[in-house]
C-alpha cells in the first residue's frame, strides 16, 4: 500500500510567481491535512479537507493561499504572488477518520 | 487552543545512553502521535498513542491521558537517532509541540 505521495519535492519560485503543490492521500482515505514547518520551527496546521469540502481553514493565511480536495486526483495547496517568506516545507497528511495521520514527504518550497 | 509542551528542548547523548522526552499537552486529546524528523528534513511516524504504552524495537512510548502527558524513551541511542524529535495532539487537526533537539555522539 503506497504512502501518501507528494510533488514535487523541491519547488523554487521568484517572487510574484504561482506555487502548486500536490498530495495524493494513501489508498482508501479521505482526509487530508496540510501543515507549513518554516525554518527551524515546527510544523502549524494550515487546513483540513475532505473530498471537495473545506472541513476546517483557521489555520490557512488570508490571502494568496487556497487549498482543494477534487472528488477525482491529487489533493492541491496554491499559492499565488509568492513572497520570500513562503519559503517552507509543506507537508501533507491523511486519514481514515479522525485517527493516526500520515505524513508525506513534503514539499521544500524557495522563493527567490 | 491546545498547548503543547516539550521537554527537554536539546539533549547531547554518547552513543549508548538512554533518555526520556517528555510532551505535556493542556487539554483532552483523541490523537497523540510521536514523529522523528531526520536531519535531512524527514518526517518519520514513531507512534500513534492516545493512551497507553507501545514498544518498537530500541523505542517505547507512554501516554496517561488522564494526567494530559507522554513519555518517548529511547534506548541505546545511535548517531542514526539524532535529529528533531516533536509530539503532536489533537481532536482532528494536529497541534506540534517544538520539539526536543537530540544530537548523539560515537
Known amino acids: 500500500n503506497a504512502g501518501v505521495m507528494q510533488n514535487p519535492r523541491h519547488l523554487v519560485r521568484r517572487r510574484g510567481q504561482e506555487a502548486r503543490l500536490r498530495c495524493s492521500p494513501m489508498?482508501?482515505?479521505?482526509?487530508v491535512y496540510w501543515y507549513r514547518q518554516l525554518p527551524e520551527e515546527g510544523l502549524k496546521f494550515m487546513v483540513y479537507?475532505?473530498?471537495?469540502?473545506?472541513?476546517?481553514e483557521s489555520g490557512m493565511p488570508k490571502e494568496r493561499f487556497s487549498a482543494e480536495f477534487p472528488k477525482e486526483g491529487p489533493s492541491i495547496l496554491r499559492i499565488q504572488q509568492v513572497v520570500r517568506g513562503d519559503s517552507a516545507a509543506y507537508f501533507c497528511?491523511?486519514?481514515?477518520?479522525?485517527?493516526?495521520?500520515?505524513f508525506g514527504p513534503g514539499t521544500r518550497l524557495t522563493v527567490l | 487552543g491546545i498547548q503543547v509542551e516539550q521537554s527537554p528542548p536539546d539533549l547531547i547523548l554518547q552513543e549508548g545512553a538512554n533518555s526520556t522526552l517528555r510532551c505535556n499537552f493542556s487539554?483532552?486529546?483523541?490523537?497523540l502521535q510521536w514523529f522523528h524528523q531526520n536531519p535531512w528534513g524527514q518526517l518519520i511516524n514513531l507512534f500513534y498513542?492516545?493512551?497507553g504504552t507501545k514498544q518498537n524495537g530500541r523505542l517505547s512510548a507512554t501516554t496517561v491521558a488522564t494526567e494530559r502527558y507522554s513519555l518517548l524513551y529511547i534506548s541505546s541511542s545511535q548517531t542514526t537517532d539524532s535529529g528533531v524529535y516533536f509530539c503532536?495532539?489533537?481532536?482532528?487537526?494536529?497541534?506540534f509541540g517544538t520539539g526536543t533537539r537530540l544530537q548523539v555522539f560515537p
Open positions: 497528511a491523511s486519514t481514515l477518520v479522525t485517527t493516526e495521520q500520515f
Open positions: 489508498k482508501g482515505h479521505s482526509h
Open positions: 479537507l475532505q473530498k471537495e469540502n473545506i472541513i476546517d
Open positions: 487539554d483532552s486529546v483523541n490523537n
Open positions: 498513542i492516545p493512551s
Open positions: 503532536a495532539v489533537g481532536i482532528d487537526k494536529l497541534i
